[in-house]
């Protein structure tokens, strides 16, 4: 018994899948809460018409909420995306978890109307329990950066917080369909699917290919809706299942892409939830996935990075991107411990290695400078983020000149005292 | 003795949030019944009647409508025009959300929230619009005043 409890819920495993649905919840938050900003007068300030949710909170706590002047909403509005965009790209992961969750709290009690749903209440819950520990800025954040680990990836974690997210995603899947059978639900004894499928537009049901077929079809509703129902309360066991585990996440994801198609449900039925079904995946398998791929980049011809081993800034910069370098897709080069940098390529010259960085693809093509650090963004999985703006029309214009500053002056950077008018940038 | 101590942490946490998670999840619909009392809620926390997402659908419909009257004659506002949240990827008033603005007790904050947002409009009519059977009578629309908000 000890021994199970260890391997389910104590042993250490890495954490690298909890630091990618770190992310997963974070879009989630964001698409769910940052829309009600946009009509402040109507969603949280004193001209919104408000309702309360007083079986969610305290009758103290609503009433201490309420009392909030229309200045520290606004402000709660900032703190809100200042936290939701630290924990977004894992600054400080845990504290801006924390300050997140507390604003998220803050504006569920000012006003339920703006946002109360059961898939809110449904995030709160994953909300609350990502706050329990930092496991979730291990990797994909700033925090791995700012700690120089090269390890980061790997590193590992009691397993708790992951396993608590996959009896949650799995029971709530269960008590759904367990719902739907028994208590008040119909699905058993009438045809739920059918009359969704007859609601007027005003009702939640989307105008989607096959409704109108669909609401003519009363046998065939019923016997999709019992499928649904058995497929919700078979989830735990085709997750829990290694042997069906893989089905069941596949059918985790159908599941949602078919509501999100077909009903008028918050988009964390489509950020949350599928990243949520794939903590399933062994984390071990994800990282031995990781070395296979590192392996293989190793012993093929890798992208050569070649940089100033001299400037601390650039060393800096170079354990960064190895720390992003997940796949291990890039091969290092200090141009100053190159013999010849023409073996390189024939137009490297220790003066342009100098001006700045470099990258060598697999086929030969030189690029420097910005269209450099472009190249790694589409090689290291951590720049995803950056791809949208640095390969925004304009960019390659604009993209140069700021890099060029930086080159410039990178010397300044980090301190350098022998360096401290920039007398070694030539 | 570190690590002893975090996994006796880790121990507990882990089994106060499953008993709570599976209370709640059960609480509302089956414990009650079975105990024949209500038992209390945990608050800041789970949802008041655990994961009932779509568990009952009946084959009648209802939706509220809310008409703004100007010089006597009433016409339809467009409930998108009454929030005015854009969601992403889902519309917030086909859940139902407006049916709030139904609710007697939420009247006068409702009807105040109407006129400082419409000032062209002199009164607003709250009217529920309720559809017996959606499969069988799909146009029988019953529309039924709820309340009326009086001038400004």
Known sequence: ?426 | MKKRIRNIFISIFVVVWLCAFHYESIRYFYLEPVLGQRLPKIKFLFPPAGWIMFYRVDDQFAYPEIYGVIKGAPQVIDPHDIIRTRFIGFDNIRRGILGAALSGYRRQDFCRYMHRNFPVFDDFYVTAVNIPSVTKAPYDRQQIPVYQCGGK
């Open chain 1, 1 to 426: 018994m000890g021994k199970l409890w260890e391997r389910l819920f104590l042993a250490e495993r890495p954490s690298i899948g909890m630091a990618f649905f770190r992310i997963a919840v974070a879009v989630s938050t964001g698409t769910y809460l940052i829309p009600t900003f946009f009509s402040l007068d109507r969603t949280y300030l004193s001209t919104a018409f408000k309702t309360y949710n007083p079986s969610f909170f305290t009758t103290d706590a609503l009433a201490l909420v309420q009392k909030s002047p229309d200045g520290l909403v606004v402000f709660a509005v900032w703190l809100f995306c200042l936290a939701w965009f630290c924990f977004l790209i894992g600054l400080f992961s845990q504290l801006s978890c924390i300050l997140m969750t507390f604003c998220c709290y803050y504006f569920y009690a000012l006003n339920n109307f703006a946002m109360g749903t059961l898939t809110w209440d449904i995030l709160m819950v994953t909300l609350v329990l990502m706050c329990v520990t930092p496991y979730h800025g291990d990797y994909f954040s700033v925090d791995c950066l700012r700690r120089g680990d090269r390890e980061a990836y790997r590193r590992a974690r009691p397993f708790f917080q992951q396993r608590l997210f996959q009896l949650q995603i799995a029971f709530i899947y269960f008590y759904t369909g367990l719902y739907k059978i028994t208590a008040e639900g119909n699905w058993l004894t009438d045809k739920p699917l059918y009359y969704l499928m007859n609601y007027p537009v005003q009702g939640v049901t989307k105008n989607f290919l096959l409704k109108d077929f669909l609401a003519g079809q009363p046998q065939l509703c019923y016997w999709i809706g019992v499928l649904i129902v058995a497929v919700e309360l078979a989830m735990p066991f085709l997750l829990f299942n290694p042997r069906t585990r893989r089905s069941g996440i596949y059918l985790g994801f159908l599941f949602h892409i078919l509501l999100i198609l077909t009903l008028d449900v918050p988009a964390i039925f489509f950020f949350l939830f599928p990243a949520q079904l794939l903590l399933f995946i062994d984390p071990e398998d994800v990282i031995r996935w990781v070395a296979d791929k590192r392996d293989n980049n190793r012993r093929s011809r890798r992208m050569k990075i070649i940089y100033d081993g001299h400037c601390r800034f650039c060393q800096a910069s170079v354990k960064q991107l190895e720390i992003m370098d997940l796949f291990g897709a890039l091969e290092m080069v200090d141009f100053h411990s190159a013999d010849d940098l023409k073996q390189l390529h024939p137009q490297l010259t220790k003066e342009l290695a100098h001006s700045q960085l470099h990258a060598i693809d697999w086929d030969g093509e030189l690029t420097g400078g910005f269209f450099a650090f472009r190249r790694c963004c589409l090689l290291l999985p951590m720049l995803y983020l950056l791809l949208p703006i640095v390969y925004f029309p304009g960019a390659a214009l604009l993209g140069p000149v700021i890099y060029k500053a930086i080159a410039k002056n990178r010397y300044l950077f980090h301190g350098n005292r022998a360096c401290k008018d920039n007398v070694c940038y030539r």
